[in-house]
């Protein structure tokens, strides 16, 4: 016996998809010409560094030698040196755009996965819901692996995590919506910029933890408390140690006493380092530790500002990236000169002269002119002028990831529908063609379903495997996505703003000492809880979603209560869908005037000897009329004992 579904390709529109597939497939190959051919390029260039380093040695040693006049060992040496100083920022230029090449290529790959739904070949997002979130969350599977959050996320920042996190657990008002609807389309058709983005945050997504740490100090000034008396202080030694400098130089007949006071203040300058110089340079550990954060956020925020938009917000968030671009630019020198307090370290090394040198560089620097806190005040004076900026820039670009994101679900998906906020206010949900977002697109079976308005109930009923909590999840998640502004696996959505409540993936424990019959009437409390603080509001209305509603006890007691509760929520400002077994639920007095069923079923085929049962996934009017349980006892090999010979039923 087997188990299979009726090929659904009457019922998807998949051809678009797979042209969008096929033009990623078409990208991976391309990028990865490219990463072949600038690797050629970059073997080149090695070639020309090394045999410039090669003759640079080798004239040296021929000129001590081989005795050839100066000034051909002269022109040579410095030919050499050019054509290094000329190559290796080439050389460095190629190697980026290797890398971003060959993360170029791993964004298309992952689009490509994302399409054919192929979970573990797309990234697991770091985001996850809040606590308050967490039953919708694995309900509808939101979060976590083969997730509505893996599905959609391109964001590869904190920044772009957070703002995709948030749309998806927090429904937007219609305002909103609009707003952010009229942004995606705008980034649609751009999917070069979409892609480039993305590759571009993935190296700051590569930094890790330290990313936001340093994001933090931008905007962290708890260390001015000290640092500002200090930078005065430091103003005030170096003016003094400068003019006793220029004063022991100048002076003929006074140098002693211009020694004895420029020796003076370096002795001050030494004792106040040693006194706060832990401090400075625990700050330029910070600064140091993000500065290739600098170099890739000036990265990111030049890919974030490369087009100019035309929708309301993105140009607002396309301003708040280019604001920045001038400060961001300037942190990147900063952070570099910061570095130049780690020449300390080259005493290590006072076997090496020139190191030696550059160790006494960085002494002089410090103990005479304070070089550190002059640097440190520096940093602390860009944080003044550009840290709050450089703060709403990362947030747009987060929120341009976001946008991005659910404008790549679009691109990816053409028969995907932006769903309309009933503007009759009426509180029903239409929905055309609706299926299953999660589902590969070749295996998601459209249905027609209508929800609401309030005082009904569609109750869903089938057999075994045959879709019903398939229906009750893609209406939830899919209500999840309008929400977010996002497009749904829909032709066409109709519903008003609602909030839901969801009681499906229902489990006891041991622990807490909750049996399975108690969880479920816990989560029905919450629906319930839900639906009292709904029911005086108007702008919004509840959908509720109870997959195989008290199952956790018998028939007569399960019947009676879940009567009980449909027939409550039916007096709230609530709607909702409702699976399960019990066929006479439908017709239970208290329920059947605003009770709409609708069933799935199976049908089974004659394969020879061989019977097979077959699902097709198509929603019906009616109550179920078939069940399968003898099949699906004998199809994984239990015992089933029937006074009748197995057949199919009618």
């Known amino acids: 016996m087997r188990i299979t579904a009726a090929n659904p390709v009457d019922v998807t529109h998949n051809r678009s998809t797979a042209g969008t597939r096929r033009t990623y497939a078409h990208r991976v190959e391309r990028l990865r010409a490219d990463v072949q051919r600038l690797r050629r390029q970059v073997r080149i260039i090695w070639t020309v560094l090394l045999a410039s380093g090669l003759t640079l040695v080798g004239i040296l040693l021929a000129g001590v030698g081989l005795d050839l006049s100066l000034e051909l060992c002269g022109l040579i040496a410095a030919l050499s040196i050019l054509v290094a100083v000329v190559t290796t920022p080439l050389l460095l230029k190629r190697q980026y755009e290797i890398q971003f090449a060959e993360r170029m290529a791993e964004v298309n790959l992952r689009s490509i996965a994302r399409i054919d739904r ?116 430091a103003r005030v030694l170096t003016a003094v140690a400068a003019a006793a400098l220029v004063w022991f130089v100048v002076s003929e007949g006074s140098r002693m006493a211009a020694g004895l006071v420029f020796t003076g203040v370096v002795l001050v300058n030494i004792l106040f380092s040693i006194a706060l110089l832990g401090r400075v340079h625990t700050l330029f550990a910070m600064v140091n530790e993000g500065s ?12 974030a500002s490369d087009q100019t938009p035309v929708a309301g917000s993105l140009s607002e968030l396309h301003g708040a990236v280019v604001r920045a671009k001038r400060g961001i630019r300037l942190l990147e020198r900063l952070t570099w000169l910061s570095r130049f307090q780690n020449l300390k370290f080259a005493l290590l090394f006072a076997s090496s002269p020139p190191l030696f040198l550059l160790f006494l560089l960085y002494v002089f620097l410090q103990f005479v002119l304070l070089w550190d806190f002059h640097l440190a005040g520096a940093l602390s004076a860009w944080r003044r002028h550009f840290g709050s900026a450089i703060n709403d820039a990362l947030e747009a670009v987060g929120q341009i990831e976001a946008i991005s994101s659910l404008a790549s679900v679009a691109d990816e998906h053409p028969d995907w529908a932006f769903a309309k906020i009933r503007p009759d206010g009426a509180r029903i949900i239409e929905a055309e063609g609706i299926g299953h977002p999660l589902l590969p697109p070749h295996a998601c079976v459209r249905n027609d379903v209508t929800v609401g308005p309030p005082g009904t109930v569609l109750l869903v009923t089938g057999s075994n495997m045959s879709g019903k909590s398939t229906l009750l999840r893609a209406l939830g998640t899919n209500v999840v996505l309008a929400q977010a502004g996002a497009p749904v696996c829909a032709r066409s959505l109709l519903m008003p703003p609602v909030c839901i409540a969801t009681v499906m993936r229902v489990t006891d424990s041991l622990e807490a000492g909750i049996s399975l019959f108690m969880a479920e009437l816990l989560g029905i409390r919450r629906v319930v809880d839900a ?97 399968n349980v003898p099949f699906l006892l004998k199809a994984v090999g239990l015992p089933f004992a029937s006074a009748a010979p197995l057949k199919p039923p009618h």
């Open 118 to 233: 192929d979970w573990q070949n797309v990234p697991l997002p770091n985001a996850a819901p809040p606590g308050d979130r967490l039953t919708i969350s694995e309900d509808l599977d939101l979060f976590g692996h083969a997730s509505l959050c893996q599905l959609i996320c391109r964001a590869r920042t904190p920044w772009g995590l957070e703002r995709i996190a948030n749309w998806i657990t927090v429904p937007a008002d219609a305002d909103s919506l609009c707003r952010r609807q009229e942004a995606i389309h705008e980034l649609i058709p751009n999917l070069d910029f979409r892609q480039r983005l993305e590759a571009t945050a993935s190296f700051v997504e590569s930094l890790g933890g330290q990313s936001e740490r340093f994001a933090a100090w931008i905007t962290d000034r708890r260390d001015e408390r000290w640092l500002r008396p200090a930078l005065w202080i």
């Open 292 to 303: 290739d954060d600098a170099t890739r956020y000036r990265q990111l925020i030049d890919g």
């Open 531 to 627: 639906a009292d603080q709904l029911d005086s509001e108007r702008d919004r209305v509840l959908l509720f979603l109870l997959d195989e509603i008290l199952l956790g006890t018998n028939n007569a007691e399960r019947q009676m209560a879940a009567a009980a509760v449909l027939s409550y929520l039916m007096t709230k400002n609530a709607i909702g869908a409702v699976s399960t077994h019990d066929l006479d639920l439908v017709t239970h007095p208290s329920i059947d005037a605003g009770c709409r069923a609708v069933y799935f079923r199976e049908s089974f085929v004659t394969d020879g000897p061989e019977i097979r049962m077959v699902f097709d996934y198509l929603m019906r009017p009616g109550v179920a009329p078939t069940t």
